[in-house]
């Protein structure tokens, strides 16, 4: 008899657990990935964005927006603080904003 309620209480603490586990893991993976069409629309080009559209960027006033035009063309977005166009901090704020998009 103990042995059965003790392979009872088992079974329940599995179940419980595993219930908890999957509760907090099941809203992360259920939200669906954005399509590489809806992660792109919303971004500034680096090489066609005019100098209001790059002010408008945070961090970025007439003095970065005029370099970053000075120095187009960009092969990758992250050529800003490889170049040193704009500082790294300055780079982190607007980084989920911008994309270096290659002319055909």
Same mark, same amino acid.
């Given at each position: 008899?103990?042995?059965q309620i003790? #392979?009872?209480? #088992? ?13 907090t893991?099941?809203?992360i ?12 629309t919303?971004l500034?080009? %680096?090489?066609s ?5 790059l002010?408008?960027?945070?961090? #970025?006033?007439? /003095?970065?927006?005029q370099? #970053? %035009?000075?120095?187009?063309p ?5 050529d800003?603080?490889?170049?040193k %166009?704009?500082?790294?901090t300055t780079?982190? /704020? %607007?980084?989920?904003?911008?994309i270096?998009?290659?002319k055909?």
């Amino acid at each position: 008899m103990r042995t059965q309620i003790l #392979i009872v209480v #088992i079974i329940a603490a599995v179940f419980v657990t595993a219930c908890h586990n999957q509760a907090t893991v099941l809203p992360i993976a259920s939200k669906p990935a954005p399509s590489p069409t809806e992660s792109t629309t919303d971004l500034l080009d %680096i090489n066609s964005a005019s100098k209001a559209e790059l002010e408008a960027l945070p961090g #970025i006033g007439e /003095a970065y927006a005029q370099k #970053i %035009i000075d120095n187009r063309p960009y092969r990758e977005k992250t050529d800003l603080v490889r170049l040193k %166009i704009i500082p790294e901090t300055t780079y982190k /704020a %607007i980084a989920n904003k911008i994309i270096a998009r290659h002319k055909q």
